[in-house]
Structure formats: C-alpha cells, structure tokens
C-alpha cells in the first residue's frame, strides 16, 4: 500500500497528486499530435479530459494489483503543470511495476522526464517494495528510447506488432531494470 498526499520533491520538480484546475494543462497535453504520435491515443474531447482528471483524482494510490499511481509533474519554478508520470503495479507477488511520462514539448530535451521517472522508480524500489519495473515504448519513439536508456534501464524484447492502432500494426520495446541495479547505478548527469 502506498498512498502519496504532499508532493515528492527534486530539483527542479514537484509530482503530486492531479488537482480540478490541471484540466486545462491536461488538455493541452491530450490534444497535441507531437505529444499523441506515440501514444495511440485519438486526440480528447474536452468532456474526456474533465473525466480523466475526475479519475486521476483518486489515483494518488496503490492499494492492489494492476492499481496506477498518476501524478501531475510540476515546475517548482514556474509552477506549470507540464506532464504526468504514472507507476502501474503489475504484481504483488512477483513485486513488478511499470513506469510511464509525458511531458509537454516545451519542457522536454531537459532532462525533466529523466528526472521525474528517477523519483517513481525511488518511490517503486524503496517505498512499494519492488523487485523489478518494466516500460514500453513504441520503437520509433527516439526520445522515450533515449530517456529509458538513460535512466539506466535494458532493453529486454522487442515486440513485433503488438499494438494495432489507426489502421497499422505497432512494434514496442520493452525495458526493464531491477531493485538491485537501480541502487548500484552510477551517478545522475554522467
Ligand atoms: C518520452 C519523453 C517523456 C522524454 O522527454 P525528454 O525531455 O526527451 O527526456 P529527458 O528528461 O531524458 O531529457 C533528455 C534530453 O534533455 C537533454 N538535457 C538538457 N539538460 C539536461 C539535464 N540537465 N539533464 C539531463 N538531460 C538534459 C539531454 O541531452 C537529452 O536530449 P536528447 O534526448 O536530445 O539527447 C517525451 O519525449 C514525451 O513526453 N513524449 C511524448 C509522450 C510519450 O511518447 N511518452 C512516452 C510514452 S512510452
């Protein structure tokens, strides 16, 4: 069981839990086709938008399996909401998550994403317990490709049209990284 209530802090960053007045943000976000390419998401309505904020709401837990952590990504500087990450428990006996970002265009090339999946997957290894999380991104998707690697995970498969979506068929990689090589990762920045 993890429940987030104040916000987890970084540098240069606040994740907390999704608030009525990040509709707009969100939408923004839910609308832009240089952030959907990937995603396989049609562009949302704005009566989707208010709903999915509704859910997000509530989802500052994880109580039990396949329950998703979503948290708005905020600019202690500005105090922009300029994303959301999410952390998916896949299972609470095999102790697997899953981790996931979006970040606004303006805000990406950064760092920030980097930085935001660092604190959930902190928060997944010594918080929830974890033993071991996992990502998926499409293969063509350089940047998210470039921050797994960055954040230090492996690539572990490659999944040949594993998604249909507006028409075609999708390959995704999967990456992962365990509790014991995410403590002994080298330094941030190097
Ligand atoms: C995937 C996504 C979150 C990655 O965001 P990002 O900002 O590129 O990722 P990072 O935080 O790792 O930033 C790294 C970039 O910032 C640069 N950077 C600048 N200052 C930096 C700093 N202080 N620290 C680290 N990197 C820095 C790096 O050089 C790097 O640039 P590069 O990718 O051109 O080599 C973003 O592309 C996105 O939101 N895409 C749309 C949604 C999506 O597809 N999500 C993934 C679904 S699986």
């Not at 329950?67 to 202690?76: G, H, I, K, P, T």
């Amino acid at each position: 069981m993890l429940r987030i209530d104040a916000p987890l802090e970084t540098d240069r960053l606040l994740l907390r839990p999704f608030r009525h007045d990040d509709v707009d943000a969100l939408h923004d976000l839910r609308t832009r086709a240089d952030v959907l390419r990937y995603l396989y998401w049609p562009p949302a309505t704005i009566a989707q938008t208010r709903h999915v904020v509704e859910q997000r709401l509530n989802m500052n837990t994880l109580s039990r399996e396949n329950d998703s952590l979503v948290l708005a990504v905020e600019q202690r500087a500005t105090g922009r909401m300029i994303g959301e990450v999410d952390l998916r428990w896949l299972s609470v006996e095999h102790r697997q998550g899953e981790v996931g970002a979006i970040l606004h265009p303006e805000a990406q090339g950064r760092g920030l994403a980097t930085e935001a999946v660092s604190a959930l997957l902190d928060l997944a290894f010594d918080r929830l317990g974890l033993h071991r999380v996992t990502a998926q991104t499409n293969a063509h998707n350089a940047a998210s490709i470039r921050a797994l690697h960055r954040l230090g995970m492996r690539r572990e498969a490659h999944l040949r049209q594993c998604v249909h979506f507006a028409g075609a068929w999708h390959d995704e990689l999967l990456f992962a990284i365990l509790a014991e090589e995410w403590a002994s990762r080298a330094p941030a920045g190097g």
